[in-house]
């Protein structure tokens, strides 16, 4: 092979001008692992862990959590996995835990439900911290709004982290990032410095903008219209990075789809996770651009 061609076929892409792209999986099961081969992608991105879950019972199973990271991070080798805490609510409910379809895209959703039931977030970052030992482990907050919401979370693994240690257990501290996917904290995002990276979450950022719940049919078309208001709060979001020097990418559909990567690349986006089964379509777009989005013919 050419070695041009050689370089897309990786987890780092080379844009036209020479300027490096990185692209990570997007895993919902870690069953999907199995299919996938780690050398074509720069780690993990986006692990949800909802599906790991079917029942209360799950959520708080420390060791079930435990496996399933290690093993993930075991499939990366050196590159970096990032598990995205239970976001559960909204979209993705579990019987018996309180969450309710409708009234949660708004309510008691990801993060703020973690916080209001500390037992799960507890099970959960336990099992994170232990996991973080065997690799380059991120862990993504979903649903951060406000700056306390980082600093309760981070707390919850400083306690869990000191008494894993104080009982012998072998365990480190991740990095903790978060996803910007309600829009005030995409306006906000220089207020998160204590956010170790940043991952735009376009599809909630696509509901939250147009006020048209992401699984309603009925306002599918106002939905379907949100492209241009994501991108400018993702510009604005990214302006207010620059100073900040974080690790910054999208996990949303947007980075899986082609007709919106030169959007992304032009608002200086370099990290995209998607779904694994999309991912050479993206690869061989990235390799025709240039960074800033435009073609080489377009540049001329
Ligand atoms: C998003 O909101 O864009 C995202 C990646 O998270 P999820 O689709 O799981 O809500
Ligand atoms: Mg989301």
Redo the contacts with the bound molecule.
């Keep these: 092979t050419k070695p041009s061609a050689a370089r897309r076929e990786g987890g780092v892409i080379e844009t036209a001008d020479g300027v490096a792209i990185r692209l990570s999986a997007i895993i919902n099961d870690p069953l999907e692992l199995k299919a996938v081969d780690p050398a074509s992608f720069a780690g993990i991105g986006?692990m949800?862990t909802e599906f790991l879950v079917t029942s209360p019972a799950d959520v708080v199973d420390e060791e079930r959590h435990y496996f399933i990271y290690r093993h993930a991070l075991e499939w990366a080798g050196d590159a970096p996995v990032i598990v995205r805490m239970l976001?559960l609510g909204g979209d993705k409910t579990l019987p018996g835990l309180g969450a309710r379809r409708s009234e949660s895209f708004m309510g008691l959703r990801g993060i703020r439900l973690l916080l209001a039931r500390p037992e799960l977030a507890r099970a959960q970052a336990r099992a994170l911290l232990r996991a973080a030992v065997h690799g380059d482990l991120g862990v993504l907050l979903p649903m951060v709004t406000v700056p306390d919401e980082l600093d309760a979370m981070r707390t919850f693994f400083e306690e869990e982290r000191a008494d894993l240690s104080g009982s012998g257990v072998e365990a480190r501290m991740p990095e903790i990032g978060m996803?910007v996917?309600v829009p005030a904290a995409a306006l906000m995002l220089e207020r998160f410095s204590r956010s170790a990276f940043f991952s735009f979450?376009?599809?909630?950022?696509a509901q939250y903008l147009m006020a048209a719940a992401r699984d309603d049919h009925s306002v599918a078309p106002l939905y379907n219209a949100a492209t241009s208001a994501v991108l400018r709060v993702i510009a604005q979001g990214m302006a207010l990075a620059e100073t900040m020097n974080k690790p910054i990418g999208v996990?949303?559909?947007m980075a899986s789809d082609p007709r919106h990567i030169p959007a992304l690349m032009a608002a200086g986006l370099r990290h995209f996770s998607v779904t694994p089964n999309r991912a050479a379509d993206i690869r061989s777009t990235i390799g025709a651009l240039c960074s800033d989005g435009r073609t080489v013919a377009e540049r001329k």
């Design positions: 986006l949800r976001d996803m996917e979450g376009t599809n909630d950022l996990c949303g559909e």
